[in-house]
Every structure is written in C-alpha cells, then in structure tokens.
C-alpha cells in the first residue's frame, strides 16, 4: 500500500524546518548503510550528534502525532526517530535496494522492526531535477516527488530506489515504523475499511450499521495488532 499525505508540516513548520537545516553539517549517508544498500547509496545525511537533529526530529513527530492519515495508513507502534538526506553534486542518488528489517535505536537500548517507511519532502520540486524515489511493488513501479511538506508512505519491504538529482538539491526526511498490524495485507484492508467508514458517516451519519461497521473495524485490530 502507498498513501501520499499532502501538508503534513504547516508553512510555518517547514520554515523552521529549512532554517534548521541550512545550519546544519552533513555528513556520508552510509553512516548507516548495510553492506547491500553501501554499494548503491551515495548521498549525504545529517550525523546523529548534529546540534539541530533534535528540535528537526520534534518539530516531525509532533506533525505525525496530529495526522489522522497517517496514523491510519502506518498504524505506529514505534518509530525509528526521523532522518534526514540531501541529494546534490556528486551525492546525487541511491540506487535499488530494500530496508533492513532491523534497525538499532542511537540510544542502544533496543530495535524497531521496519514494517513501514516514509519519506517527507523538504524541498520544493521545481528547486531541483530528477530525484524521485521510485517504488516497485506487485502493482508495477511508482514514481513519487511531492511538494515540500507532503509525504509518502509505503511498506519497507518493497525494492525502491531515488533517481539521481541532476539540478539543484533535494532535501527530505526519512524515517522507518514498526506497525501494531505487521502483515501488510491486514493494514491494507484496516486502512479501506477506515476510509470507508468515514466516508459512510459524512453521508448517512451515525446509523446503527456504521456504528456496528466501526465495531468490526476495532474488533479486527484487536485481533491483529502486536502489543
């Protein structure tokens, strides 16, 4: 499943979001590649001790937190603190590879499982060339570049890959979910249900079916969430 979420960060928020930014020093991106993903990754990213990756990693989960959308699509029951990538000049790409399941906390006091990826534009489009992250699932190949402040969401187990950037640079903000629901299927079929309910309660309102409809919903992510 691939949602995109227009306006995740307020203009406001990605004001300060770029302001953080421009102060700050990058650094290789495979500071946390695998030894797959080393051979085909040639970006930079922002270290974890960057003076300014605190208040960047806020300022994101604090948008999260509010986004209904997302919390439907992803299900979080953890998230890897966001990341943030630059692609410009000579670190202009990433070739196919697929996440690591895994992913070690800074801290070092556990992992999230990556069921779920995403990755928030920084930079508006017609600011650089190329750079679209191209997702393959059973569907075929997708092609994604949104505006500066929108997001897309996908399952971390699909082969994906970011064009290069031939003009310009493309910021973004990176990060990986462990979901409550781990099968991508089941998620799937919570997210349609939940749209559908909504749209069922703009229409009719809260009848008695929807109610009970709403039911099956929750009654299903108990019987399929981790705890």
Not at 7 to 21: C, F, G
Not at 26 to 46: D, E, F, P, R, Y
Not at 74 to 82: E, G, M, Q
Not at 139 to 145: D, R, T, Y
Request: glycine content about 8%.
């Amino acid at each position: 499943m691939l949602i995109t979420i227009n306006d995740v960060l307020t203009p406001e928020e990605l004001i300060t979001t770029r302001k953080l930014l421009d102060h700050s020093t990058w650094a290789s991106g495979l500071i946390t590649a695998g030894t797959q993903a080393a051979q085909v990754k040639n970006n930079q990213q922002l270290p974890e001790d960057s003076g300014q990756l605190s208040a960047l990693r806020r300022l994101v989960l604090g948008a999260l937190n509010r986004n209904a959308l997302f919390f439907t699509a992803a299900l979080p029951l953890k998230i890897l603190p966001p990341m943030f990538n630059c692609y410009t000049g000579n670190t202009n790409y990433y070739g196919l590879h697929v996440d690591g399941a895994m992913h070690r906390l800074a801290e070092g006091n556990g992992y999230v499982r990556a069921d779920v990826a995403a990755t928030l534009f920084l930079s508006d489009p017609d600011k650089y060339d190329g750079g679209e992250l191209v997702i393959e699932d059973t569907f075929g190949s997708h092609s994604v570049k949104l505006k500066a402040g929108s997001m897309v969401v996908y399952p971390s187990s699909s082969v994906h890959k970011v064009m290069p950037v031939t003009r310009g640079q493309r910021i973004a903000c990176f990060m990986f979910m462990q979901s409550m629901v781990r099968d991508p299927g089941q998620r799937r079929l919570l997210f349609d249900l939940d749209m559908a309910l909504l749209q069922l309660r703009q229409s009719v309102g809260e009848t008695a079916p929807v109610v009970s409809l709403t039911g099956t919903y929750h009654n299903l992510l108990r019987r399929w969430a981790d705890n």
